[in-house]
């Protein structure tokens, strides 16, 4: 196994992988969505999602052809003699809004080691012009529109609070989250649903959002979303590892700078 990378170095690959994916989506036309739907009534999956899932990997493997790969839309890439090094890839996560042209969606790229530790992460919303990053140990930070700065978090003394989350495409898990909301809002003022993952964990560590809770959540939902959120000052729990099914009680991932336990049975 090769020596351990510097978080740095991963960042730098990672910034360079979600900006091919970005620069995909970027491209977007009514003409070439060619929309399909992957079973539930809004679960699509569109060209755009596997061609910039294609241009990710080829950064990567161009870069650290050694390193593991997964992602949404592709099988898995295990080279014959792996680093231990392994990338998270979301080519599209909002593809929903995307195909709305609603402009909240974005490529997420992360890189995790062997011991589960998430070192580098990039959230690149080209629709925002806005792309977050974050390196294990060296802080969150947002580049928007020529500007750049680092994250901390929401403010804790902030009133009004709001709350970020996502709802199952299942309508029977979709009825037991409605449920919980009464429950889940103690504390908060008003409840944000904006249809990405990634994206939602990034709008905590800026401090738009004050907390972000989601049940049902995949690895490559959440996985450069959170470390970026971590970074910034907020308090991380994630889902389960793709390695093994979650639980129930494991599928959700909560995000705040104070709130740390979700009500339980969400």
Known sequence: MSPAPDPLDLLDV???????????LARRSEEGL??????????WVTSYDTEAEYA???????????????????????????SGIRWSVDPL???????????FYATSVAAVNSDGDWLAGVVHAPALVRVYWAA?????????RGSLRQLSGPDPQRIGKLLGTGFSYEAGVRAEQYAALPELMEG?????RMGSAALDL????????????????NEHDFAAGALIA?????????PGTSARRMDDAERLAAVTSAWLVPPSGL
């Open 202 to 217: 990034c709008l905590v560590a800026d401090g738009t959002l004050d907390a972000y809770l989601e049940r049902g959540l």
């Open 136 to 144: 294990r140990g060296h802080g969150a930070w947002l580049s928007e």
């Open 34 to 43: 060619n929309a399909v739907n992957k079973g539930s009534a809004g679960d």
């Open 93 to 103: 996560d909002g593809t929903t809004n995307f195909i709305r042209n609603i402009p």
């Open 14 to 24: 990672a910034r360079q992988a979600a900006a091919a994916g970005a620069a995909v």
């Open 230 to 238: 971590e970074e910034a000052g907020a308090t991380v729990h994630r």
């Open 56 to 82: 990710v990997r080829e950064v990567i493997n161009k870069l650290r052809p050694f390193d593991e790969i997964t992602g949404e839309e592709l099988e898995a890439s295990v080279p014959a003699d792996p």
């Open 188 to 192: 908060y003022a008003d409840l944000r």
